[in-house]
């Protein structure tokens, strides 16, 4: 199978800085778009970043110019650089893959998720 596993929460002060990693393993072929997404209590969960495998990237309004996904294939990890960090950035982060394995005698495509990391902005 395949797991997505984050770290790299923690609790920061406004204006702070985190990276969070998320390492993918198991049966994996080929990972495809990679992305961070965040649920805060009470709202639901927004997407905040993705990359692609070739390197092209997107965020949401809310962390651009703040924060920075990137990837290392070779790792099958993906990180997110948060920066200028603020109260409503506080939220559990989850790692979300497109990845194509091989759970037997065949391929498979499926979307995966890790099991989320805490972030805290607070003073």
């Known amino acids: 199978q395949v797991q997505l596993v984050e770290s790299g929460g923690g609790s920061v002060q406004p204006g702070g800085s985190l990276r969070l990693s998320c390492a993918a393993s198991?049966?994996?072929?080929?990972?495809?778009?990679m992305s961070w997404y965040r649920q805060a209590p009470g709202k639901e969960r927004e997407l905040v970043a993705t990359i692609t495998s070739g390197g092209i990237t997107n965020y949401a309004d809310s962390v651009k110019a703040r924060f920075t996904i990137s990837r290392e294939n070779a790792k099958k990890t993906i990180y997110l650089q948060m920066n200028s960090l603020k109260p409503e950035d506080t939220a559990v982060y989850y790692c979300?893959?497109?990845?194509?394995?091989?759970?037997?005698?065949?391929?498979?495509?499926?979307?995966?998720w890790g099991q989320g990391t805490q972030v805290t902005v607070s003073s």
């Open positions: 979300n893959a497109d990845v194509l394995y091989n759970p037997g005698s065949y391929y498979r495509r499926d979307e995966f």
């Open positions: 198991g049966s994996i072929l080929s990972l495809s778009v």
